[in-house]
């Protein structure tokens, strides 16, 4: 009898291999202890829409605590990693990213951030107690350092209420998620390897933190792109789509992939600040000069959400939306 089976997602084709683009040495630094900061946090938004945060107040050892116990989840046997169940919304998923046949050298958590308790059954368990807790603890950081960061932008902005935008991050509904990306070396191969593919982030905010491993790459705004040094100490910012949408193209959402290697495992946790589901995406009236036209039409984020979730990575999502 034969019996047929579905592929082991090791022998899914591979990615194609990638080479590394040059560091880029221009990646603004915006020291949060500094006064004045807020311009140049505005500059970097315009120019790049991605920036590094330092002196942002994040323990060491909660970040470190996140780290390990997602290090020890991602060491766990596949079949075990599996029994949390696919990615297709939320949950552990390997090599395929999304639903519309994006493949990266990545495997992940996928975690909605809901104001109950965590959304994932198997972090209930008492065995993933302290898993659960490291959860909680970075969680609330990195979203109140989001919070801080688009603050600090309706500060440099000279729009108020100065919470106009972090409001929707800090609502009760606001649709959040935190993703733990895991890029294991790839064996057998010593170059390097799209670990995930080009894209923007559809949300308002993104905070990112890795280990030491290299592998993000952005796009400045000639299209060219540039490696990004990693740092462990500090968070990158990027705009998503969504604050592009506010600040009508003020803001630049941010293209960037990352490149998988050889030889070290790169662990990333990103944090991606949303608004709530029913909430009317539209630029600001208050950042809107005289005469000025909207360059999108309106909607809601539950049907920027319905629509991007039927594009692959690398689409320009926002371009359906536009004028
Ligand atoms: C291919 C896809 C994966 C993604 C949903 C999408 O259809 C297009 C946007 C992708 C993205 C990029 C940023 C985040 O990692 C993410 C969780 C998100 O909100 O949008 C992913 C989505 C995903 O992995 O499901
Ligand atoms: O791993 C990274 O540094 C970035 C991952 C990313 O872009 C994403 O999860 O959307
Ligand atoms: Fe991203």
Redesign the pocket.
Known sequence: MVVLTKPALGQVSLPRPQKPSPYFSGIPVIDLSEPGSEALLVRACEELGFFKVTNHGIPVELIASLEEEAMKFFALPQAEKERVGP?TLFGYGSRT????G?IGWVEYL?MQITSKPMSLPFLMDASASSFRSALNEYISAVRKLACEVLELMADGLKIEPRNVFSKLVMDEESDS?L?LNHYPPCPGFNGTMTGFGE?T???IISVLRSNNIAGLEITLRDGSWVSVLPDQASFFINVGDSLQVLTNGRFRSVRHRVLANGSKSRVSM?Y?GGPPSGERLAPLPLLMAEGEQSLYREFTWCEYKRC??????ADN?LGQFEK
């Open positions: 990615a990213i999304g639903s519309n994006d996928l998620v993703r894209h982030d559809p949300q990103v991606f991007a979730c039927r594009t692959m990575l999502r």
